[in-house]
T-cell receptor
Framework: TQLLEQSPQFLSIQEGENLTVYCNSS?????LQWYRQEPGEGPVLLVT?????EVKKLKRLTFQFGDARKDSSLHITAAQPGDTGLYLC??????????FGGGTRLMVKP | GAVVSQHPSRVICKSGTSVKIECRSL??????MFWYRQFPKQSLMLMAT?????????EQGVEKDKFLINHASLTLSTLTVTSAHPEDSSFYIC???????????FGSGTRLTVV
């Protein structure tokens, strides 16, 4: 079973601060996806990274895939209250299944 | 964009009854759909992989006779929770994998409460 360790589990910060969420595994993934989930709704895809060392930016969000394709990070610059939510990383294995990390619950206080 | 419709969004049922949850890909074909379960403040746990026209593949610990999955077409998969018990209360989410570009789209989830 492939496991994804996501950290931190909880994060409460003030508006304007920066933060980084980490997703680590001992397994190699063909791709890694980041999702954001609001309460009572399904996850919404933010980005997919495929190539080792790849960096993608989505406005104030920066996503990086490790060179060995075993880990990834999400960095948010100048967090805003609207960024509050559950962030999930998910690794896709050769069997075309997604393995989800434990999630990071982010709260940004105004 | 790709849309997955999941219905119902909320359902309350009595113990011992069965509940069917539908997952439809509205504007794309999905050979494979996935069913997840999510407990409060936790991440998604894969229950089973549903393949069109064949039997579903269940994850370890998931009872296939209790959680019946049918994937009769390229746009519809159903999950039936049979003889529901209060411990089956949870948030169930489906996901469809695009046949063309292999991306994943998630449904909006179903909150099941068994009383």
């Amino acid at each position: 079973t492939q496991l994804l360790e996501q950290s931190p589990q909880f994060l409460s910060i003030q508006e304007g601060e920066n933060l980084t969420v980490y997703c680590n595994s001992s397994s190699v993934f063909s791709s890694l996806q980041w999702y954001r989930q609001e309460p009572g709704e399904g996850p919404v895809l933010l980005v997919t990274v495929v190539t080792g060392g790849e960096v993608k930016k989505l406005k104030r969000l920066t996503f990086q895939f490790g060179d060995a394709r075993k880990d990834s990070s999400l960095h948010i610059t100048a967090a805003q209250p609207g960024d509050t939510g559950l962030y999930l990383c998910a690794g896709e294995s050769a069997g075309n299944m997604l393995t989800f990390g434990g999630g990071t619950r982010l709260m940004v206080k105004p | 964009g790709a849309v997955v419709s999941q219905h119902p969004s909320r359902v309350i049922c009595k113990s011992g009854t069965s509940v069917k949850i539908e997952c439809r890909s509205l504007d794309f074909q999905a050979t494979t759909m996935f069913w997840y379960r999510q407990f409060p403040k936790q991440s998604l746990m894969l229950m089973a992989t549903s393949n069109e026209g064949s039997k579903a593949t269940y994850e370890q610990g998931v009872e296939k006779d209790k959680f019946l999955i049918n994937h009769a077409s390229l746009t519809l998969s159903t999950l039936t929770v049979t003889s529901a018990h209060p411990e089956d209360s949870s948030f169930y989410i489906c996901s469809a994998r695009h046949t063309s570009n292999y991306g994943y789209t998630f449904g909006s989830g179903t909150r099941l409460t068994v009383v």
